[in-house]
Each structure stands twice: as C-alpha cells, then as structure tokens.
C-alpha cells in the first residue's frame, strides 16, 4: 500500500494548491515551474499538520520515507549533503499556512551546521566570522524556537561576552569571540534541557519540523487566527529549502521588492536592498537599505534580471506582487511572492491601471478592493511622518475614522461658544442626546465610556465626525473642565489630536491630511454600480445629511430619525413642554408648535433627495432623553416652561427608567400618545402635500419603529392612514405613502408573517436586534465584550458585524416569513450593520433590497455589495 | 333548492349543540327532551349571526320563512298568536353563546305587548297595574336596547311621574299613572327617533332579533372577549321563548337553585326564590328572597317537582347545575340550566362526591377543577364579612396571593426590628435585593411601582408571601417614613391590611382565615399525579424553602438561586469585600470566606430534598445589586470594608449600567470573574461529596445562567469539570452531576443545538425570555402594558402566561434544535410561567420534562400538566 503524497518537490505543486502547500510552498512551486531561480527545496504539506494533531501529535505512516526521499533529491540537485561535511547541505525550516500569519509561527535557519560543517563552511567561503556568527544564531534559534530554552539565556551570554570584551554591538564580538559563544550556548542548552545541541543535522531537522507543526497552535498564532476569522483547522505546512547567501560578500545582496508601488499604487518596481547582508540585518535596522533604483548602478544585470521577474510574476498572477530576493555571489536568487498589500489609493490606481492594461477584467478588478480600506480615503487623516512624532498619551476605540485637532471643551454649550472662534473637541465620560449640538460643531469625540456602537460612535459616524470612545484611560472631570490621562492634566482649551481610525489621542495639534474623491474612485464606483444587486441608502435625519448623503451615491434614504430634529435650540423647548403637558390638550398644543418645524424639516430633505425614497422613522427614544439631567438644567430649564422644579423633577422622576432600552420608547409611545404620531406624520404628510402641487413626486416612506406585536402596527397604521387621507381633502392633492416597520424586536421576527399582512414594508434595525437577541446593552457591553472578543468567546463585536448565527438567524426567519405573506415585501436593513461589508454581504445572500448605512460608508457598503453578487455568481457557475 | 337549517324548535337541538344553538338554546333543547317543563319556544342558530355579520348585516335567504314556520308552531302549540289580540302570545328574546357572556348581550322581554294586547292580558290576569308596568317596562327596555334611545330620557319621565304624583319608588305608582307613563314613553321615542314604537309583534321581533345579533359586537363583549379569550368569530344565538310569569299572584314565584351547595359543595339543593315576583326583582333587592329549604313549607309539590328536577339534571348532566326557574300559577317552568360555578373548596368537594356517587369518573373529576381557583386555598384569606366593612385606601396589582396584616415599616432593618414585636407589613416604591431580609420577615409586601413580575412580586410569590405590587395611588416617602394614599398619611408603625388577591389595600386591622390542607386535597392530588405525564419542580433557593416546596409536592428544585443566599447578613459582607476586592487575589480571599456558608446551603439543601434532583443556577444578578445605594449605608459599609466612601463611591459607579439587565451579569460575570464559579462549584461538589460519604445519592445539576453563545458553556463547563475532578480525588469519592444551561436569550434558542452540543439539560428561564423576546424590562412595562391590555394589543400580560406566538415559537425552536443534538436532553421550564396553567399545558404540548415554580403554585401546576395531558389523550382518541 502506498501512502498519501505528503512532501512535493518545488516544481511538482502550483500556486492553485495553497490549501495544501500554503502559500509560501504553493508560490515556491509556481515559480520554480514558471523558471524563476528559485533555490531547490521541497513542502511538507498542511495536511500532515493536521494528521499530527489528529494522531495525537504522531506523524502519519510513510512521512518519514518521503522526507528521505526528498532530502535525497535535494542533497543529489545541490551536489551538497547532511552527512558530507566537506560539502555540506544548509537548509531553512520556514511554516507556511494557506492564508498568511506573519511572525506568528516559527522559523529556523542555517540548519545543518555544526561543529564540523561549521569548519567546511569557512573553508569555501573564507569568512571566519560570517559563518561564527551563523552558527551562533543557528544554536540560539533551534535552542529557543525547538527547544524551548529560554530567550534571555542566550542573551544573557552574549551580553557576558561583550561585557568581558568591553565591547558594545554584536558586531564588534571578533570570529574567536563567536567561536567561544558558541560553546557558552552549547553548554546553556545542556545545563537547560539536559541534553546536548544535536550535532546530527538530520535530527536537527526533525526538531525544527516539529517546532513548526507545534507552533500553529501557539497561543499567539491562535489569538492572531481569532482575530482575523482564520480557521483553526487549516494548519501549517514546512518549507524546507536550501540556504542562500547574500552576506557572502560585495556580489552578495538581499532585498524586498514591489512589483508597483504599494503606497501610489504608480507602475513601477519598488523596494529596497542591502550589499552584503542578510533579511535580519534589514530588520535590526544598523544599515540603512537603499531604493531598488539604485540597483540599477550597482549590479545592472541582476537589476535587469529582477525587473524581468517582476514582469513575469505579475503577468503570470495578474496582480502586484511582494518579493524576497537574494543575491549569493552574483546569482539572483527568489526567496517568496505574494500578493503585495497595498493603500487604498494604491489599490484603486493598480485597480485601474490593470485593467487598461488588458492585465485584469472589471469584475476582477472590483474583487481587489478591501471595501473596508476605502474608509481611509474618505476621511481626514493625520500626517504620517508628524504623528510618529505626537506625544501618544492614550488609546480607546477607533469608533468612527478620521482625525481631528482642536482646543478640549467639556459639554455641549461651551464647545458651541467656542467653536465659534477655534477647533473643538468635545470631552465627555460618554455621550447623550443632550450632547448633539457639541457634537455638531467639534471636530471630533472623545468618551471614557462606552462601546463601538454607544451613543458617540453611532451619532460621529452619521455625521462622518471622528470618534475615540471608550477610552478606559482617561477620567473627566466634566464639572471642573479637566481629565486626567495617564499622569497628564488636560484642561479646558488645552489642544489634543484624535486619530479615530487607530483610537489613538494625542497631546498637541498633529498636522491633518484631507481626504478626495480622486477620478480613479469615480471610475472604480462605476464598475461596482455595474454588478451590484442590492441598493444602498443613507440613514441621514437633517437636510445637510442628505445633501452629503446624496454626494456619496446614496439611491434614498433608508432611515431618517425624526428624534434628532428635536435636538436643536428652537425645537428642545417645544418638545419639554409636550413632555410635560399635563393633559392631552396641553400636549396638543405643544405639539402644534412642532408641527410646522418638522413640516419645513420634510420638506427640505424631500427636495433635497429629489424624488428618490425617504423612509421617516416616527419618534423612537423614551421621552426622558429630552428632559435635563442635571439640576443646574432643571432650575433653568422649570423657569422656562413655567413651572416649578419641583414640578419639573417629578416629571423625570416619573419617566425614570431602570432599563430604558426596553422601556417606554418606539410604537409603545405612539399607542400611549397618539398626538405625538399624529403631529409626526401631518407633518410628513403636508410635507408632501406640498411637494407634489410643485410638481415632485414623492413617495414618503412612514416607518414604525419596535414593532412586536401586529396589533400595534394594525392600530397605528389606521391612524396614519386617516391622517393622510384628511391632508389629501385639506390640501386637494393625492401623493402615495408606505407604512412599514423596524424589525428590531425578536418577537417581530418570529411573527413576521403576521406583521407583513399590515407593512408594506420591514426595516432591520439590527442594533436594536442585536442587543436584543444577545441580552446585550450597547451602553453596557464594554464591560464585558472586550473580555469575551479577547477570550474567543465572541470571534467578532456583533454590534459591528451581524452575527449570522443567532442575529443573521432571526433576520432569515423574519424575510422568510414577511415574504410568504406579501410575496413584493420590500426589506431592508438600517442599523449599523448597514455599512459593515460582511454584513452587506449576508444581506446580499437573504435577499434584502437595500442596506442603508452612515453617508460616508457608503462606497463600502457598495463594493461589498458588488463583490457579494460577483462571488454567488461565481459560486454559482 | 332548500335551504339550511336556520332555526330549532326547542327539543330539536341536544345540548352536545352549544356552538351552533349557543348554552342557553342547547340545553333549554336538552331540558325539553328529557321531558322538563321548558316553556316552548326556538333557537335562531350562531350561524345566522356570523352570516348576519359576512353579509354586510342582512340575514340568509330562507331564513325568514323558516321563523314563521317556528313561530306558527308556537303559536299553535300555546293557542296563542302574535295576530290574536284576545289570546295574545307573547315572548322574551334573548342572546346565548356557545360560551356564557353573561349581562355583555342584549334581552328583550315581554315582546308582544300593544295597546290592544295589554287589554287582553289586563282580562286574563285580572291585574291592571301588573299589565301596565309590563308593558311600560317593556317599551323602555326596547326603546333601550333595539331602538338605541338613551336610558336616561325613561329615567327622567319615570322620576317626573313620581314627582308628580309625590312618591318615591315605582311601585308606588299606580296602573293609571303607568298607563300614563306609556303615553309618555312612546311619545319619547317618536320625538327621539322620528318614528313610532312598533305595535306589530312580529316587527317587534324582527327588530330585537335585529338588536340582539348586533349587540354580539357591542364593545362591552368585544372586550369580555378580548378578556377572556374567547375568540370572536363564535356567534351568538337567539333564543325566541313563550313568556311565563312569576308574578300573576300568590300561587307564582320565580327562583335559582344549585344542585349543590357551590360555597361548601354540600349535596343539597341551595337556592333562593320570591313569590310573586319576576326575575327582576330578585336583582332588584328590594325584597329579600327566601333559601329554598322554605319552598319545601310553602310550596311541597313544587318543592319535590324541583328535587326531582335537580336529580334528574345532575344524572344527565353529570355536574352541578345552576338553574332559573319560574312558578306560573302553580306550574313549575324552567327557564335555564347551565353548569354551576362554585368555589375551589365547593370544587373539590363535589368532585370527590361524585366519584364516590359513581356519577363521574376519576378522569372527568380532575377535569373539573379550574388550577387557578386552588390558589385561594394555599393562602391566608380576608374573612369576607369583615373585609367589606373594612376601609379600602387604594388598589394595586394582585401581585401575589394571600392576606396579610401588619404595622408599616420602610425599610429592610426597621421591618427586622419591628418583627420582632408585631406582624409587619414592608411598603417601599419599588424593592430591590437589598430588601430581601426585610421581605422575609415581613407579613406582606406593598409597592408603587412595578408590574407583575417585579423583583417585589417575584420574590413574594416565591416566598408564599402576600404581595400588592405597583399600586400607583401610593406615594412612598422612604427617608420620611410615610406614604400618601389618597389623601391619608400613613406613618412607620401604623397598620394596615393587604389582600394579594385582589390587589386591595385597606386601612388597619381585617381578620384573616387560614388555609387548610384539606382530606378532599390531598385525593385529588392523588388522582392529578395519576394522569400528569410532566414534573414539577420548585423554584426553592434555601432550606426552609425546600421544606416548603416537598409539603407542596414537588419532585425536585428546577431553580435554586444561589445569590439570595448572598443578602444574608452574615454573608453580604463578605460578598461585598468581594466586589471591592482590587486584586484577584483579594477577590480569592474574600470568596474563602463565603465557601463554607454556601457549602452548607447546599448541604441542607440536598438533605431537605432526600435525593431528588436539584437545580443550582450560578450567580446571576450584576454585582451592583450588591452594593449599597444610599449615601448612609454607603459611609457605613465603607467602614466595615475598611476603605474610604470615596473610593466604594468610586467602585458602585464604574459598576453603574444603563440597562443592568442587559448588562455584566449571567455566565458573563463567570468569564470575567472565574474564581466566582470556582468558588460556587466547589461548594456544590464539596456538599455533594460530603453527602455521598454519609449514603445520599445527590445528583446536582449545576446550571450556567444566560448563555447566549455555545463558547460561554464550552469554557464554563471545562472549569466546572476540572472542579468536580479536584473535589472528587480530594475527597476520595465520586458522585454524578449535570453541567445545563438557562435558556433565556433568543440567541440561545435560535443556536440551541450548537448549546445542547455542551449542555446535558436546558431549563428555560421564560421571565427573561420574555423581556428579551418582546424588549420589555418588567419593571418599567408598567408604564405601557396595562394600556397595552386595555387596548387589545395584547390579550394578556406576557410576563403571567406565556406568549406563545412570540416567546412560544422561539422555545419551540430550542426544544427541536437542543433534542436534535441530544435525544435525552432534559427540558424544564423556571420562568414565573412554570406555574401558570395555560403556560403549563404549553409545556405539556411542547414535551418538556417538567415545569418549575414556586412551592405555593406546585399543586396548579400539577393539576394544568394533569388535565393537559387528558386533553391531550382525548385529542387522540
């Protein structure tokens, strides 16, 4: 019986076969096949990591044999051999896993040196203390990486030799030194692990095959395959592969190179080399590499020969490519290629120059996109190079991107006051609606508290304001306008800078960089608009949003929270006085000085959305998130509704609730105070009225929000129809409405057959269902939630990216069921998963006919969009 | 073409045809077959309602023609006609569903009266005044009831009449002055309603049958159906009977009867009648009826005729029935028979009788009783005589069953304190855990704020204890030590009187009355057990509790909340050193303290229970619960915990959520702090091993409180193991347990069988559940709900039984997902829901193992999954 292939030969695999040979091993073979020089090696494949596991860390039968096999074919290809000593063979051991996690898994070098080959290596390449010191850091890798001696051990050595040598570098220890250390670390490994350095290099390969396996399930490999949604059963495979040389002397180099500028994305090989060096001496960073232009002077055949190769690869893979080269004694040698990361606007420029070329299809060229990097080029950005400088004095979370400088303030007033004259960034142990107009006019928030979807976040993101919540760091101190953070006093006026792509915050003013819409993004969102299937809306409350909402190609609005509109100065009071109406008769009358502020509000984001959707959402928040907390407020805030504060602080104290997130908030408001709903939707409605004697054509889109039950959306669907149809006998005009529902509540998903018999149309506020399903308060989770992402309880924070299992599920049932009762149910999703690729892409795959998300995502959400239907139809063929 | 049969004449119907002919038209047939004296008459069918109803209010073709046909019948049947205005017929109409409404329809009687038709009854009668009132009566209640003319305008010409004539009741006008009023009455409904009282008979019918089918959908009935669930497409019928008359002298009388006595279910005919009088004036009050026992002295041949009757009703029907009856001139009639209502005590009773009297089999018995109705007897009761002199100050929600009497007390120490002297009853706005010692000592618990399933009612029903929660008129001053309670004071030591039953509060002392445990209880629960498929568990969190919990029944603890052993005064300190613990290691410390506590909990707890299966949830509340709230006890507890105010101050905060139920609690607390549950485990296996050394066989069921994700009991559950090992070879022996998990998120449900995977047994926790699945926080949906059960949004508090569209379904899914993956996965049920007897049946149908509630609820509980189970067998067959 033969066994499974289990080792291939460079050459005998394809760049098809990563899965396999991962992706180091897999591109090794393509270009072995393609006739790039490549040194001879051969992979071990993942599969054998995995049998490992499975046999309880044993090796499959027949691996062995194969090994040999391959060793054999290496050692008769290189004229080169473990057991010759006079011509010995020295190989790297490198892992190598399908998707790459770099620096996670081990690494051996040198391998096949020892006391003797050690003694050949200098005879054939005359340099005593090259192949010393390579030696040494041969022990030291396979001690520490293979044997599990500890690291400072070693270190501790080496620093015991210069100290002795009165010397301060490594560099400056002579070959005799080196020779020495070479026995200090030979002894450390036998004191440690009470055996001997293997002088066998054969042994020393099992070892370090081992070493590799074992280091996939390291604990960093398996937090890092967490974080990035890699799964764990993919495994690692070994590259055993000849060693070059590129410190063999001045015909000797090592380099990385880009086959197109990774930062420009400009078509032209970039990177950078060393003479007579090894990657590590790159790394440490003693010698300053120079730019692969200068290649060209220095060694213009082998520059002639890398621009070549490059060519080659990017021909042959048909994207920019990042390569490893070494150059041992005037041969060019190829150590790897991969896909080469890229910026964003490099990736748009390769995406565009590429197809021009002829080298890649649109439909591939939208498939190269990260849509999640785009978020960078619509936001500002701090200078690089200055921020490097900025003194770091914390870090929360990158709650909404972009950068933001300006002078701190503490609450709403102060930074409306002084925005007037500078920059501002709002200070706040977390935010609420009472903060909005600070939020509007800083140029950034920072919180101490709250999650990547609190109050802060979700309202910077709609604006597109940069937003570092959370951040545990800092303590404010809002009533003595200061916060402490990490030993610094920040008062009031003091400037800091946000970075809120990283969470970063900074002390100072750090220059900013502003975004542009360039002409390759506009050619790039053309092609995605030609494969996209689902639409993409804008969740935007005022006229502005829409106007910035329309700019970045929003096809309507798909959530206008008419709550917000409640926030400004003229209309805060108003809305108090509603609240505190003691009789229906007074509240009616509070809410007929509202009326016709929302009115102008519908009118003005109607026209600005010209003719396209708008679905207003009727009020959501409980009444208590328009009272003053403070009693400073409450005094003024009494004396200017008339009444006493005692007055007044019964009125909250009534509304106080334990758990307002399931509180007295959305439809459970409109069926207790069936005017606030009717002065919502007249205004709605003689909004339209309006519009429609003007000639427009609009289609207002009423949204009930927390629906659970169908007889809420029975009873207030019939109240909003007999609103209409008086507005139409006012006005003498006819103009068609919708009235649909969020589905946010579990209960609506479970019954969606029932609610689809009465809205026209569902709404997934998956914030809402997200922290229902879950148990989860958004304001609450960061006191667990960071704990559970970190312990892999949670793979990903399901207020960012829809969980598809528990959340996804309930969204499938609630589609399945609306649709079976009214077949042309039109279904979308407006909570902040909305903007989240992976999620667009599960809307994408349920069938959902839009998403709608924050203004500035939504370029991202329409290239996911658009990679989602060109990978079903992919999958499909 | 012939068409339906629309209408029976009385003995062509059984009273099998109650949804066709309605209760009263189906057994007024039956009575007629089995050959008792029913005045003639017909049953217009429930079908020519609902017709009535689909056509847009018109009746079916052929309809018509066959009331003429029955009504000829009569008329020949009594020589008497509608057209024969010397021998006069004359009926009553009257509604009757399937399902009794009682006083929600409308009636019409002495139909057939005219200006010509009174003179013939004035003749036959020889009784002018008699004649006269009839009639005036007559035209009121069909000016009233078919005619929609307002009562009060009879009213006032009545009141005007008695003005006139100078007297103060209506039966001290005489014949002249009612045939005046005649007069008056006619010309008010001609000037009301622009036509004339009908004076043809058979218009008169038409238009009270008319009347009658309209008033099915009167909004008093729609809303006693939306009450009691009744569903709304049942019709009514209407019933078109000869009149007879009680009040044609001396020799006539009209009465109702029990077969049996329905206070005491004595077998005895109870009753009471009047003679010469009408129905009416029974209902009237102003003569006081007589016991039936007299009829035997003034009437022996009617008296032994009604025995007779009684026996003979009771052998057909095989219950106790509740009749009307009428004598006409020495002639015994009977008007109607339908089963009798009777108290819970009565039911038992009755039920034990009759199996004895071989009249009903043990199936049928368990049958009879309502589960609901036994909760009186599990608890004290207000003696009723006293109770209705007593002074009732405000009402609030029956939050708990039972009667309590005590002095006032405002918090948790001074209700110790007091307890020690007086009965105490402990009145707070809303309670809290801080509360629980005070509730313990406490007689009775009354609150402001707070629904059904509050913390206060929760843990009253729990406790077997009387509770009146969210009783909105109070207005609790705490720190002043009084409430306002429409417009009284009542101070600290004052007393007072709460009947849990009925939500009632009374000023002062009211007598109470003890249950007992009845010899007709403990046989029927003998039979219940014989016929339940399902368990019942007790929610049972201490010892004592457990006791309890085995009197009742129960066949095991389904839910033991370990963190109600915290509040104990020996033990919140330790508790609380624990949360303030800043270091793990000082947490490990504080939790050594509370180790031998816990573990003796569970060791008594285990002996009180004798090896049956107990269910031990781990902490479940946010740790804040646990900390004090008030400034006081905050300085206070500071000082025990030897640290600064400041700084507990500073710890309560950062513990502070916006939605604690949403927040760090569950297994969450778990992950976070593992040394919590190794703390708890270990006092559990520690209790465990120590019992099976001395011969028990305890099998602890150890439960993961609000697992969301199949992750949070994979890593749980190691731990939990790894503790089982350790206490185990400890101790040196070996004992079972179960690793389970609550299901209470929808998350939970909807990846159940990812959860079973891991969990060996699911216990839905419904109470969250429910708030989860709606977005209902319990304690503040007293704000909308009861408007929400007003309206007609929702039949039925969901917290009370369980929804089973909404919560139901996601269950449902659970149950299927878990059972997939694990065929023998027990299934129980902790939620309030566990003894609720609809929510019980629910659990019966869905095939869980077993319900679990409060001790006090076991027996209802029991009774629900027995009389489900019948059903269900019955279904079958």
């Known amino acids: 019986m033969t066994s499974r292939k289990y080792v291939y030969f460079f050459g005998e695999g394809t760049k098809e076969m990563k899965k396999l040979l991962g992706g180091k091993g897999a591109n090794l073979s393509e270009m072995t096949n393609i006739g790039l020089p490549v040194p001879l090696g051969f992979t071990i494949t993942t599969e054998v990591c995995n049998l490992f596991y499975d046999l309880g860390e044993r090796y499959p039968e027949g691996l062995d044999g194969q090994i040999d096999g391959n060793l054999k074919k290496l050692e008769d290809k290189m004229g080169m051999s473990f057991k010759d000593y006079k011509n010995p063979l020295l190989v790297s051991v490198r892992s190598g896993a399908a998707i790459s996690m770099p620096g996670m898994m081990d690494t051996v070098l040198n391998l096949g040196l020892n006391d003797k080959t050690v003694k050949s290596l200098i005879d054939k390449t005359n ?153 590590e001496d790159v790394v440490a960073g003693i010698r300053t590499p120079k730019p692969i232009s200068k290649l060209k002077d220095e060694m213009p055949d082998i520059y002639k020969q890398l621009i070549g190769i490059c060519k080659k690869l990017e021909e042959h893979y048909r994207d920019t490519q990042d390569m490893e080269f070494t150059i041992q004694k005037g041969n060019l040698y190829m150590l790897q290629t991969r896909t080469g990361k890229r910026t964003a606007a490099a990736a748009l420029q390769i995406a565009v120059d590429m197809v021009n070329e002829e080298l890649i299809d649109i439909k591939t060229a939208v498939m190269r996109i990260e849509p999640e990097q785009l978020d960078q080029m619509l936001h500002k950005q701090l200078d690089k190079k200055a921020k490097e400088k900025g003194q770091l004095i914390g870090k929360g979370l990158p709650a909404s991107p972009g950068a933001a400088v300006g002078k701190v303030a503490f609450d709403a007033d102060s930074a409306v006051e002084e925005s007037k004259k500078e920059n501002v960034i709002l200070v706040r142990t977390e935010t609420s609606p009472e903060d909005i107009q600070g939020m509007a006019v800083a140029q950034g928030i920072l919180t101490a508290r709250g999650g990547m979807t609190s109050h802060a976040a979700v309202v910077a993101r709609g604006m597109g304001k940069c937003c570092v919540a959370g951040c545990e760091d800092i303590k404010v101190f809002e009533a003595k306008q200061y916060f402490l953070v990490n030993g610094n006093k920040i008062k009031y006026g003091d400037w800091i800078t946000l970075d809120g792509s990283t969470g970063e915050v900074f002390l100072g003013k750090i220059p900013v960089v502003d975004p542009e819409i360039t002409r390759n993004f506009e050619i790039f969102m053309g092609w995605v608009d030609k494969y996209r299937k689902i639409g993409v809306r804008a969740n935007a409350d005022t006229p502005v949003d829409s106007e910035v909402a329309l700019k970045f190609g929003a096809e309507g609005i798909g ?319």
């Open 127 to 279: 340099n005593e203390r090259f192949c010393w010191d390579s030696y040494r850091r041969f022990i030291q890798m396979f001690g520490d990486v293979v044997m599990n001696v500890e690291h400072k051990k070693f270190e501790k050595a080496i620093q015991a030799k210069k100290d002795e040598k009165g010397v301060k570098f490594d560099t400056q220890l002579t070959a005799d030194d080196l020779k020495e250390l070479v026995e200090d670390y030979k002894k450390i490994i036998k004191n440690e692990k009470g055996r001997s350095f293997p002088q066998d290099p054969r042994e020393q390969l099992q070892m370090s095959m081992d070493a590799v396996f074992k280091s996939w399930n390291n604990k960093r490999a398996i937090a890092y395959r967490n974080i990035h949604d890699i799964p764990h059963n993919l495994g690692t495979a070994v590259n055993v592969q000849a060693m070059v040389f590129g410190n063999m002397g001045e015909d000797s180099g090592t380099g990385v190179a880009f086959t197109r500028n990774p930062s420009t994305g400009e078509n032209k090989v970039y990177g950078e080399y060393l003479i007579n060096a090894q990657g």
């Open 559 to 877: 959530l206008c929270r008419t709550e917000h509109m409640f926030f400004e100065a003229d209309r805060i009071k108003a809305v108090r006085k509603m609240i505190v109406a003691s009789s229906k008769k007074e509240r009616k009358k509070a809410l007929m000085e509202l009326l016709p502020m929302q009115r102008k509000d519908f009118i003005e984001i109607f026209k600005a959305m010209k003719n396209l959707p708008v679905t207003i959402r009727l009020l959501d928040p409980p009444l208590h998130e328009f009272l003053p907390k403070e009693e400073e407020d409450i005094k003024e805030i009494a004396g200017e509704l008339g009444i006493e504060a005692e007055e007044l602080k019964a009125t909250i104290n009534s509304l106080h609730e334990m758990n307002p997130m399931l509180g007295h908030r959305g439809c459970r408001l409109s069926i207790t105070f069936p005017e606030i709903l009717e002065m919502q939707t007249r205004a709605i409605f003689e909004a339209a009225a309006k519009l429609t004697k003007e000639g427009y054509k609009i289609i207002p889109e009423v949204m009930i929000p927390l629906v659970g039950i169908v007889e809420e959306i029975k009873i207030l669907k019939k109240q909003i129809i007999n609103i209409a149809d008086k507005v139409m006998k006012e006005s003498g005009t006819k103009f068609n409405y919708k009235v649909g529902t969020m589905i946010e509540i579990p209960r609506a998903c479970v019954t969606a057959d029932e609610i689809a018999s009465e809205a026209e149309f569902f709404s997934f506020g998956t914030n809402d269902l997200t922290q229902l399903t879950f148990g989860y308060s958004r304001d609450d989770s960061g006191k667990f939630l960071p704990d559970y992402i970190e312990k892999g309880v949670l793979a990903k924070d399901p207020f960012a990216t829809i969980d598809k299992k528990g959340v996804g599920k309930l969204v499938e049932i609630a589609v399945e069921k609306g649709r079976k009762v009214r077949k042309d149910l039109k279904i979308g999703i407006c909570g902040e998963h909305g903007g989240d690729p992976d999620s667009v892409e599960f809307c994408h795959k349920i069938g959902l006919d839009y998403v709608s998300c924050s203004p500035y995502r939504i370029p991202i959400a329409k290239i996911a969009a658009a990679q989602a239907a060109i990978k079903e139809e992919e999958n499909k063929a």
